[in-house]
C-alpha cells in the first residue's frame, strides 16, 4: 500500500473547466456519462492520468472521436491517456453497481433510494476523474429513472428543469459554483418535503428543503428551525450569507458519517435530522442543532474555500468545529458545551495522540485517508482555531476571517494560508504559534510553587513544558501554550497578577515563572481548557475544595471537582484499596458532599458536579493500566460518593417538577440534574430501596425520551433486574422505529454483566439489527468496544477476540466503519502485561488475515510497528 506524503504535493497539470455528467440510474447497472472539458494546465504534461475504482469501463472518447483500446491504459485504481492539444473534450462511460455497493462510499442503493458519499475520495467509484480537491470544476448533472417510485432526482445547484420522456423522468441540475468533486451528490428516492424560505440580511430568498423518509415530516421541524438558526448566526457573526436559490437537505438511514456538507445538497444520516419529545433526548435535540450547523458552516468554510490536498483537511474541519461550537455555545450554554468539548479532547484525543496513530492536527504522512477523519483534525483542530480566537480577540479573529475569504474565495488552499490571513489582518508574528500544525502529541506543563521569597510575601510558580516523542515524530519542540490563570487568596479572592497577558500565562519555552505578590496562593489554571493540553500540579485536596467554593469560573470548579475526583480514584487504585485510603476516601468525599449540599453551586454547573469522571478522563498520567482493578476503583469512589449523598439525593429528586417537554436551556439543566441525583440515590445504601420505586413510577410516567433514557441510564448502572425490566418495555414500544432502537441497541452493548457476549450474540440476531447499516453496528459493537469496560477488559481475552471476529467479517461490508471501530484495540501498550498480549494477539490476528482493507491495515501495522 502506498504512503502518501504531505510534502510531495504537485500542482495538477490538468484542470477540469466544466463537468457534464448524465446518469441512467438503475440498482445494480447504472450506467454514468461523464464529458469533461480538460484543459492543460502545464504544456509539458502529455499524459492525463484519471481516478478510477471498481468501475466498469465502457467507452472513451476524445473531441467526438471514440478511442480503440490500445489508444489508453487502464488498472484497478485509474485510467490514463495521452493528451496533445491544450483543450480536449473528453467523454467516458462507464456502468457501476449501486445496490452491491456496501462500503457507502461513491454511488448506494439501499432501502430504494439512491445516494452518494464523494469525501473524501468516493468520486473516483462514480467515474474517471482527477479526484482531487484542488480541481475545481463547474457541474452540470441530468439524472434519468425510469423507476417510478424515484420521484426527487436531487444533485448540487439549482434545478434547470424536469421533465418526462416517455417512461423516464429527467431532472437538470446546474451548480454555478465551481466545486471539487468530493463535494458532488446525487440523491433519488421517494420522501415527505418538509419546506420553508429564508430571508438573507441582504434580502434575498432561499428556499429551504428537508427531504425526509415518508410519514416523519413532523419530526424535521427542529432541523428546519435549526437551520435558520445557523444562516442568521453566520451572517451576524461573520457576514457570511448563503449563496444559492435552494439549500437541501436529504436524510438517510445508511450512511458512514454524521452529515456531508455536498453544495446545496447535504446528505445527513437520519438520527441527526429526526427528532420529536417522543423519540429524540435532549442530547439528539443538541446534536441535531449543531451538525445542521456544521455542514451549513462549510458553505463558507470548506465549499467557497476548500482544501489544496487532503493533508490540509483541519483547514476547513478544525474551523468548522470551531464555528459550531461557538453557535451552540450562543444557542444553549458556553459552560455545558465547554466541558462536553473539553470531555471530547481528554477521553477521546489525548487517547488517539498517545497511541500509534498519533499524528499533527494537519497530518504528514497517509495511507487511507478515510482514517484521518479523527479527533485530533477535528477537536484538536479547532481547540487550536481557539487558541488564535483567544490571542487575536473576537475582533481580530473576525478581521482576520474576512481577510481570509478577501483572498482565498474561490480557492483550494492550505493551512499556512489560513494563518498568513489571520496574521497579516492582526499584524502578529504567528510562525512560533504555527507548530501547533505540524507537532503531534499533548504537551504537559507541569507546575511546581518553588517557594516563597521577600518574606514569605509572594509565591512563585514554575511551569515547565515536556513534549514527549511520539511514534511519528521522535524530537519535539516547546510550543506556544497560552495558559489561562488565576490565583484566589484564603479567602476565596482573586489576587491580580500584572504580568500574565490577557489572563494568560504563555509558556513557551522549557520553563516559565511567575512570581505572585501574596501567599498561602491557590492557582487556578488552563480555565476554560484554554489550550488543549495536560497540565499536572499537586494539588492539596483543600485546594480543589477552595476553587469549587470560591472560582468565579463554573468551568474552573467544574474541572476542580474531576480533579478531586481523580485523586480519589487514582489513590485507591494505586493504594490497592486498603482500609486507611477508604477512610481516606470517605473523608475527602464527605467535605466535598457538605459543598455540594451548601447551595453556593449555580445549577448550571451542578449536574456536572455529582458526575464521577469516566475511565479515560481517570486514568490520566497511569501507565501500564489494569482495566478491571482501575474500574473497581471507580466504583468504589462512585459508591462512597452515592453513600454520602444518597439520602439527600432522594430528597432532591422531589424537587423535580414535570411540565410538558421543551427543549430549552432550563428544562435540559433540570432533567439532568434530575437524572444525576437519581442515580446517587438509587446506588446509595441508604436510598436506594426508595429510589427504585421512583425510578419505576418515573419510567412509566415519562412522556419523552430523554426522561426515559435516563431512568434506563439510572438503571443500567445501579441495578439490572430493573434494567432487564425497563429494557423489555422499551423494546416491546419501539422495535418498529430503527432510529430509537440503536439507543436500545447501544444500552445493551454497554451493561454490565457477566453473559455480555452470548447478549450480544443474541441482539446481532435482532430483526432492527442489520451489520450493512453503519448506524446499527457502532451501536451495538462500536458501544461495546470503546464503552463497556469489564465486557471488552475480560481476563482471558474472550472480550476483544468478539471484537477482532466481527471487525474481520466488518471489514468485507464496510471497511470505514471497521476502522473506526477497531480504535481500542490499537491502544494495548497502555495496558498491563497480560491485557496487552490478549489485545496485540487479536491485532495480529487481523493483520495478518486475507484482502485487508487499506483502512485496517494501516491501523494494525501501525499499531504492532
Ligand atoms: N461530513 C463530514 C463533516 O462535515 C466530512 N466533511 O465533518
Ligand atoms: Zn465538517
Redesign the pocket.
Same mark, same amino acid.
Given at each position: 500500500h502506498l504512503i502518501k506524503r504531505r510534502l510531495d504535493y504537485q500542482q495538477p497539470d490538468f484542470s477540469i473547466r466544466s463537468t457534464f455528467l448524465t446518469f441512467d440510474l438503475s440498482p445494480s447497472k447504472t450506467v454514468v456519462t461523464s464529458c469533461l472539458h480538460i484543459k492543460k494546465e502545464n504544456i509539458n504534461a502529455t499524459q492525463l492520468k484519471l481516478d478510477g475504482e471498481n468501475l466498469l469501463l465502457l467507452s472513451v472518447s476524445v473531441n467526438g472521436r471514440s478511442l480503440g483500446e490500445y489508444e489508453y491504459q487502464f488498472d484497478e485504481y485509474s485510467l490514463s491517456l495521452n493528451i496533445d492539444e491544450e483543450n480536449v473534450e473528453l467523454e467516458i462511460t462507464t456502468q457501476i453497481d449501486p445496490q452491491s455497493n456496501t462500503s457507502l462510499e461513491g454511488l448506494y442503493y439501499t432501502q430504494s433510494t439512491y445516494c452518494t458519499q464523494c469525501?473524501a475520495e468516493g468520486f473516483r467509484k462514480i467515474s474517471y476523474y482527477l479526484d482531487r480537491p484542488d480541481v475545481l470544476s463547474v457541474f452540470t448533472v441530468t439524472i434519468r429513472s425510469k423507476c417510478e417510485t424515484d420521484k426527487f432526482l436531487l444533485s448540487n445547484g439549482n434545478l434547470v428543469k424536469r421533465y418526462q420522456d416517455g417512461d423516464t423522468a429527467i431532472a437538470v441540475w446546474h451548480d454555478p459554483h465551481p466545486k471539487p468533486s468530493y463535494l458532488f451528490a446525487l440523491v433519488a428516492g421517494d420522501f415527505d418535503l418538509l419546506t420553508d424560505s429564508y430571508s438573507t440580511l441582504s434580502g434575498r430568498q432561499i428556499n429551504l428543503e428537508l427531504y425526509l423518509e415518508k410519514g416523519r415530516l413532523k419530526q424535521g421541524q427542529h432541523a428546519l428551525d435549526s437551520l435558520k438558526k445557523a444562516m442568521r448566526w453566520d451572517e451576524e457573526t461573520y457576514g457570511l450569507e448563503y449563496d444559492l436559490a435552494v439549500y437541501m437537505v436529504v436524510a438517510v438511514d445508511f450512511f458512514n458519517?454524521?452529515?456531508? &456538507?455536498n453544495k446545496g445538497l447535504n446528505v445527513f444520516n437520519s438520527k441527526f435530522v429526526l427528532a420529536d419529545p417522543q423519540t429524540a433526548t435532549d442530547e439528539d435535540y443538541f446534536n441535531i442543532e449543531s451538525i445542521i450547523a456544521?455542514?451549513y458552516f462549510?458553505n463558507w468554510t470548506?465549499n467557497r474555500v476548500t482544501c489544496r490536498d487532503w493533508f490540509q483537511l483541519s483547514l476547513k &474541519?478544525g474551523l468548522?468545529v470551531f464555528r459550531d461550537q461557538q453557535f451552540s455555545a450562543d444557542m444553549s450554554s458556553y459552560l455545558s458545551t465547554r466541558i462536553a468539548q473539553v470531555k471530547v479532547i481528554r477521553e477521546h484525543q489525548f487517547v488517539e495522540d498517545a497511541g500509534p496513530m498519533s499524528h499533527p492536527i494537519r497530518p504528514d504522512e497517509v495511507m487511507e485517508m478515510n482514517n484521518f477523519?479523527t479527533v485530533t483534525v477535528?477537536d484538536k483542530g479547532a481547540e487550536v482555531i481557539r487558541m488564535l480566537h483567544t490571542l487575536l480577540t473576537k475582533e481580530g479573529f473576525r478581521k482576520g476571517m474576512d481577510l481570509y475569504f478577501a483572498r482565498h474565495d474561490g480557492q483550494a488552499v492550505t493551512c499556512d494560508d489560513f494563518v498568513d490571513a489571520m496574521a497579516s489582518a492582526n499584524n502578529v508574528d504567528l510562525r512560533h504559534f504555527q507548530l501547533w500544525y505540524s507537532q503531534s502529541g499533548t504537551p504537559l506543563i507541569k507546575v511546581r510553587k518553588v517557594g516563597s521569597e521577600n518574606k514569605g510575601k509572594s509565591t512563585t510558580f514554575e511551569f515547565t513544558q515536556i513534549n514527549a516523542a511520539t511514534p511519528d515524530q521522535a524530537n519535539k519542540k516547546p510550543l506556544f501554550v497560552p495558559i489561562s490563570t488565576k490565583f484566589l487568596d484564603e479567602s476565596g479572592q482573586e489576587i491580580k497578577v500584572s504580568s500574565l497577558n490577557n489572563g494568560n500565562i504563555i509558556v513557551d519555552r522549557d520553563k516559565v515563572s511567575v512570581t505572585v505578590e501574596s501567599e498561602n496562593v491557590t492557582p487556578v489554571l488552563l480555565d476554560n481548557f484554554s489550550a488543549p493540553i495536560i497540565v499536572e500540579y499537586d494539588y492539596a485536596i483543600d485546594e480543589l475544595l477552595h476553587i469549587i467554593q470560591y472560582a468565579d469560573s463554573s468551568y474552573a470548579k467544574w474541572d476542580a471537582s474531576q480533579g478531586l475526583f481523580i485523586k480519589c480514584i487514582q489513590t485507591c487504585y494505586l493504594e490497592d484499596f486498603d482500609s486507611l485510603t477508604q477512610r481516606e476516601t470517605k473523608a475527602v468525599l464527605a467535605k466535598y458532599a457538605n459543598v455540594l449540599k451548601s447551595n453556593s453551586i449555580e445549577s448550571d454547573v451542578l449536574a456536572q458536579l455529582l458526575s464521577v469522571p469516566s475511565f479515560e478522563a481517570a486514568r490520566v498520567g497511569l501507565e501500564s493500566i489494569d482495566p478491571i482493578r482501575f474500574d473497581a476503583a471507580i466504583q468504589a469512589v462512585q459508591q462512597a460518593f452515592a453513600d454520602e449523598l444518597g439520602e439527600y439525593a432522594l430528597l432532591r429528586c422531589q424537587d423535580f417538577i414535570q411540565s410538558e417537554y421543551e427543549y430549552s436551556t432550563e428544562q435540559v439543566n433540570a432533567r439532568a440534574i434530575y437524572a444525576a441525583w437519581l442515580k446517587l440515590a438509587s446506588l446509595s445504601e441508604q436510598g436506594k430501596n426508595a429510589a427504585l420505586v421512583t425510578l419505576r413510577k418515573r419510567y412509566a410516567n415519562a412522556d419523552n425520551m430523554s426522561d426515559k433514557l435516563n431512568c434506563l441510564k439510572v438503571a443500567q448502572a445501579t441495578n439490572i433486574a430493573v434494567f432487564d425490566e425497563l429494557m423489555l418495555k422499551f423494546e416491546s414500544e419501539y422495535t418498529h422505529d430503527a432510529v430509537i432502537m440503536d439507543k436500545w441497541f447501544s444500552l445493551h452493548a454497554t451493561a454490565r454483566r457477566s453473559d455480555i457476549l452470548s447478549r450480544l450474540d443474541l441482539l446481532k440476531a435482532h430483526s432492527q439489527f442489520n451489520q450493512r447499516n453503519p448506524n446499527k453496528v457502532r451501536a451495538l459493537l462500536g458501544s461495546f468496544a470503546f464503552y463497556n469496560l469489564s465486557g471488552f477488559h475480560q481476563k482471558d481475552g474472550l472480550g476483544y477476540k468478539y471484537v477482532a471476529d466481527y471487525l474481520l467479517q466488518l471489514d468485507k461490508i464496510n471497511p470505514q466503519v471497521a476502522s473506526r471501530i477497531i480504535t481500542p484495540l490499537l491502544q494495548f501498550k497502555q495496558y498491563d502485561a497480560s491485557y496487552k498480549a490478549h489485545m496485540k494477539h487479536q491485532l495480529e490476528r487481523i493483520f495478518n488475515s486475507k484482502e485487508l482493507s487499506k483502512d485496517l491495515f494501516e491501523k494494525t501495522s501501525k499499531a504492532l510497528a
Open positions: 469525501e458519517m454524521g452529515a456531508m &456538507e456544521h455542514e462549510h470548506g &474541519e468548522t477523519y477535528y
